[in-house]
């Protein structure tokens, strides 16, 4: 048995950190958090001090034994979890739940798991550090009260199934927010003037009149202006300028970053990040510091020398806006950086590639370049072009990085040919562009970071798992729209003529970008109107300054914690008791048959419209929005159109054929057979020949393209790509095979492949009894038998279980039948003629 057992919270940083350490030491994993509140309870005492009630899950009850038998037969244990709030806690809850002894426990701290990280961090040892324990206590309490206590409102006021959170819903506020902007502006026109000119020895350069003239009108005059004009060089200036590197990264601009120039979602940023950091390639990936240590700053010096000379080099320090304790952290950077690359996949290999990039340019020379301004005169009108260009002296950084920007429409600056005062130019041609404004962009998941960032809302570890949320949730959705086509006019005044055209371009993509779903519009409503602090910006920041308060020992947890509660139950309870119902309604108008409003609202299962109210007497009509209409831009017409679905078009094989909308889309049924319309397909153009001839492209795709040991194989393609079926198998057609064309030698190696990796997932099989274990996702086991299944943990050894185990474990899962009692027979009653007689109930 070894002296040491070192603790850390995942198995890849365990399996990296076995490497630097001797047999003495035994590297264990704790899986993340081994306590946390409970789920199915509040799990905090509001009346004293907000005492929280930790448990362990089902999930780390084997960990937990697993850990406690071993720390009880070392010398030492090290507690060797991650340097924030979130490791500190686990570290104190390995120490709670183990009930190990002070003087055998030792904390230890690194931002990167290198062999002389890890060696240092042994050699300095120290204890748990309470304030930051508690500053994460604060966070997840108060998160559990509001979300605890915010939830149950939203179900009784707006829909069952809701739920709130702190920074969650200020997310979705800002997302609402600009949401409405972009509905609520106004596009207005002016026209851009855009020329190109040559010098005497034939050089051409483009310029510009720097204002936009307001009308067709006035632009087209300007044109006339220029007819039979000759041009000079007015004025002619040139000024040194340098550019300097941005700082090496923290968790948002990485996150940003990643975004921009590798269309990496911010979750898988941090997936990769997280990835790297555990196979010890960069520092710890959750930090707001810029700052770089001195052996950080030495290395990046003798690489730039190594690599791209003296002259490339100089050393900076950068310094943060942020107070909190992650500044301790140094920024994300490689831990060796002779490592231009990584061995890892490609996804990761990019990431590093980014992050390397970024913190030796860090480092290296500001570029120096030469700015050319140009001023350009007419003889027959006052107002002058201008022409900017940029000469690089001196690449500096630019040798190796330069940061993206969010402007997609930020003109880069040209060379400009050699020019002096007074030279004379040949104009080639005037454009007069069309042009229109554009209103604020949608938020993407960086620019979301961004923005959070700014406002001090959420730290580095909170915005992967927000953003997941609230798409998860159904408040937010990822737009999938490439935009639309617009006319717009150009002028062109080229020899002294001028020709008019009319041109289209498309606007108004919104694909990628984070937009607020009818669900997300009327919670964030409701929570604004009666929550509005919860949901202040300034509110929402000042506690995360509370937080990094706590976590320098600079305010008591329960004290702040008193403070927030105090104001906030109170506001729930009343909201509770007095607020309105919910639903987001917008009456359109009055149904002509029976005169009753029509209304678009939410409802049990999503946005609808529906004719008549619930206080009718007969029961309202409702009708579900289709997939691109919203509570807020659908209009009396198109909600009258929806209930005229389902529709009937014909017969097909004895079966009706109807078209209608679904929870997913239009679509076409027949029997008990759907079929899904084309995108952007309207289901009440669907005839009955349009229906039949996407029943026969189904039936075609689903036919069998062979017959395998009796049985059919179909092929088709899914949210997961091309795939066949077998005997109630789906088997995924990777780039391997040239899906279109497979053999039959194909077809069968994919279903036997498929064949044997069933057979190796299944551990345990006994057939009479109908039960199996097999391995699960992310390497855990899963015992199943009919409709009950049960996840074990990674930690458990599924091998050795027994028949009798896992039939306990399956007891323990069943519902517990309830006991019904016998009624007594019911006594006849005698009753009159008149009281048997009933009204006809109306169907």
Known sequence: ????????????????????????????????????????????DVEKDFKPKYVVSKDKKDIVRKLKKLADSSELVWLASDEDREGEAIAWHLAEELKLDKSKTRRIVFHEITKNAILKAIENPREIDYNLVNAQQARRI???????????????????????????????????????????????ASFRIDAEFSTSDGKSFKAKIPKNFPSKEKAEAFLKENIGANFKVADLTKKPAKK?????????????????????????????????????????????????????????????????????????????????AQEAHEAIRPTHFENHSVPAERDQQRLYELIWKRAIASQMSDAQLERTNVKIDADKHTKQFTANGEILKFDGFLKVYLEGKDDEEEEQAGLLPAMSNGDTLTNNYINATERFTRPPSRYTEASLVKKLEELGIGRPSTYAPTISTIQNRNYV??????????????????????????????????????????????????????????????????????????????????????????????TVKDVAENAEREVGERVLGKDPKTGKPVSARLGKFGPMVQIGSVEDEEKPQFASLGPEQTLG?????????????????????????????????????????????????????????????????????????????GMGVQKGVGRFGPYLKWNSIFINVNKKYDFDNLSEDDIVELIEDKKKKERDKVIHNWEDEGIRVEKARWGRFKVTKGKTKIELPKTTDAAALTLDEVKEMIDKKAPKKKATKKKAPAKKKTTTKKKTTTKKTKK
């Open 1 to 44: 048995m070894a002296k040491n057992l070192v603790i850390v919270e995942s198995p890849a940083k365990a399996k990296t950190i076995e490497k630097f350490l001797g047999k003495d030491y035994k590297v264990e994993s704790s899986f993340g958090h081994i306590a946390d509140l409970p789920t199915k309870e509040l799990g905090v």
């Open 142 to 188: 108060l998160d559990r009260l509001v979300g605890y206590e915010l939830s149950p409102v939203l179900w009784r006021k707006v829909k069952g199934g809701l739920s709130a959170g702190r920074v969650q819903s200020v997310s979705v506020r800002l997302i609402v927010e600009r949401e409405r902007e972009v509905l609520d502006f106004t596009t207005e």
């Open 244 to 324: 300097s590197p941005a700082p090496p990264f923290t968790t948002s601009t990485l996150q940003q970053e990643a975004a921009r120039k590798l269309y990496f979602s911010v979750s898988k940023t941090m997936n990769m990040a997280q990835r790297l950091y555990e196979a010890g390639h960069i520092t710890y990936m959750r930090t707001d510091s810029v700052n770089l240590s001195d052996e950080a700053k030495k290395g990046a010096a003798h690489e730039i020398n190594s690599a791209y000379g003296e002259k490339y080099l100089n050393a900076r320090n950068y310094k943060g806006k942020s107070k909190g």
């Open 477 to 570: 959705d990822k737009g999938s729209v490439d935009g639309k086509e617009r006319e717009y006019l150009k002028f062109k005044l080229k020899a002294d003529k001028i020709v008019e055209k009319t041109l289209t371009e498309m606007v108004g993509s919104d694909k990628g970008k984070l937009i607020p779903t009818d669900v997300g519009m009327v919670v964030n409503d409701f929570l604004v109107q009666h929550f509005s602090n919860v949901l202040d910006y300034n509110f929402t920041a000042k506690v995360e300054q509370d937080f990094d308060d706590i976590a320098e020992g600079n305010e008591k947890w329960t004290e702040m914690m008193s403070e927030f509660y105090n104001e906030f139950h109170p």
């Open 633 to 709: 831009n659908i209009t009396y017409e198109q909600a009258m159109d929806l209930f005229k679905l389902p529709k009937e078009v014909g017969e097909y094989e004895g079966e009706l054929v109807e078209v209608n909308n679904g929870r997913y889309g239009p679509y076409v049924r027949y029997g008990k057979k759907y079929v899904s319309l084309d995108k952007g397909e309207d289901p009440l153009d669907v005839s009955f020949d349009r229906a039949m001839e996407l029943i026969k492209a189904k039936e075609i795709a689903d036919a069998p393209i062979y017959e395998y040991e």
